[in-house]
């Protein structure tokens, strides 16, 4: 008998595996297509700037935007910060608040600290048990001194999914900007920003087997309609909004990620819940001190988020080396 233990990644949140299929995609660019797509004078940069600009059809795709509502950034953190840094920059001087929420990523919550600093008035709503934002605290947080609103369509821990069309409604109607980190939602569920109604959205390649250092952030009706200023300045690429020569394989792969996320997410949610669904009823089948944490809130069909009375989630993981899990 075998006694080595097999590993067993459950740690999708924290990164995918890039696809095979995505790999694919990409090798080309790497060692082929390697042109520059900022220099349209020669066929390499032609080409390479033609998939770019496939990849961000793709990408659009996914999240029901257009295509000049898509720039590329190196990941969710950078489109964080461009998003919230860059609207701020453009902020009026009666518009002082941002109001943003405890189980935010960091890539959130600092920026927000960063505008503290600077003077903006930071608002973090408290959730309730189920990681859930409270309207209720939003309606009380909302007034027409806020600029921006910035929280999470899904959380990276416990799979919690906000209200966020309703989030933007009420946002909207003090005249506030709303940024939502869709970077756990996308590729795993729907994401519409005309039925959220958002202005801005950020999205990872690598949460969604792509690659790892792409990501893009959507900006509602591209940079004339929403005043954001660059956090990265130089040689004017994603017009003008991101500078730095394209990581063009990066690209691709995120495109063609997206693309097999759009064929394949309404299947693979449904098997990926019903394998976690089954994991949760023989857990709590067998371990009485166990908890499951948001386990009635509408969440990613994809995560689960594991409570063990007594217990320290570090030394747990520590006996069981072959489990790859995050702990929060
Ligand atoms: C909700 C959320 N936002 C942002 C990030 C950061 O994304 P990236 O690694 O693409 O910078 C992550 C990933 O850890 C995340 O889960």
Request: aromatic share 6%.
């Amino acid at each position: 008998m075998n006694s080595v233990k097999q590993p067993i990644y459950l740690d999708y949140n924290a990164t995918t595996p890039c696809d095979p299929r995505v790999v694919q995609a990409m090798l080309p660019y790497f060692t082929e297509i390697y042109g520059n797509p900022a220099n349209g004078l020669h066929v390499l940069g032609r080409k390479a700037a033609l998939a770019v600009e496939t990849a961000r059809e793709q990408v659009a795709n996914l999240i029901k935007a257009r295509s000049n509502e898509i720039f590329f950034t190196s990941g969710a953190t950078e489109s964080n910060h461009l998003a919230i840094l860059g609207t701020a920059e453009f902020a009026p001087a009666s518009r002082r608040k941002v109001i943003t929420c405890a189980i935010e990523h960091k890539a959130v919550l600092e920026p927000c600290k960063r505008l503290a600093e600077r003077g903006f008035e930071v608002v973090i709503l408290p959730v309730d048990e189920n990681g859930m934002v409270r309207l209720s605290d939003l309606e009380k947080a909302l007034d027409n001194n806020t600029f921006l609103v910035s929280i999470q369509s899904a959380n990276n821990e416990i799979g919690t999914l906000q209200p966020i069309s309703n989030i933007t409604s009420m946002a909207h109607h003090y005249g506030a900007l709303v940024h939502t980190d869709a970077a756990q939602a996308a590729g795993k569920i729907p994401v519409d920003v005309n039925e959220w109604e958002v202005d801005l959205l950020s999205i990872s390649a690598h949460k969604m087997y792509g690659p790892k250092g792409i990501g893009a952030l959507y900006v509602r009706g591209g940079r004339r309609k929403i005043p954001i200023r660059p956090i990265l300045e130089g040689g004017g690429q994603e017009n003008g909004l991101r500078a730095g020569t394209l990581n063009v394989p990066g690209i691709v792969g995120f495109g063609a990620a997206c693309e097999i996320a759009i064929a394949e997410m309404p299947t693979e949610a449904i098997r990926i819940q019903s394998l976690r669904d089954e994991l949760e009823k023989n857990l709590l089948e067998n371990i009485s001190n166990l908890r499951i944490n948001a386990r009635y809130a509408p969440r990613l069909p994809n995560t689960i988020s594991l409570t063990f009375e007594g217990e320290e989630a570090d030394a747990l993981l520590a006996r069981l080396p072959q489990l790859m899990m995050s702990t929060g």
